[in-house]
């Protein structure tokens, strides 16, 4: 899978969290999480131009996405509070 298979994949699941919590995020929220997926794909578009940190960018627009549902920060922070006692 070439980078630009992954980077749709991301953009594809993170458009199917926006379906699934549609209904139970705030509309800002829901805007912002829009807003990261046309980022992805402008990033998609592009892919082939000179740009060269685009895996940087992917990855904070899905931060940035991400970071709009609750009950995944939630659980990201339980993780980073938890870390040392987490079995590996």
Known sequence: ???????RQLRDQLADIQATTHDTLE???NRKIE???QD????IENLSSEEVNYKTK???IL???????PSIM????FISE???????
């Open 1 to 7: 899978m070439n980078d630009k298979d992954l980077l």
């Open 27 to 29: 509309p800002s929220a």
């Open 35 to 37: 807003e990261a997926i």
């Open 40 to 43: 992805l794909d402008l990033i």
């Open 58 to 60: 992917a990855l904070e």
């Open 63 to 69: 931060g940035r996405g991400i970071s709009y549902i």
């Open 74 to 77: 939630r659980l990201i922070k």
């Open 82 to 88: 938890n870390s040392d006692n987490l079995p590996m």
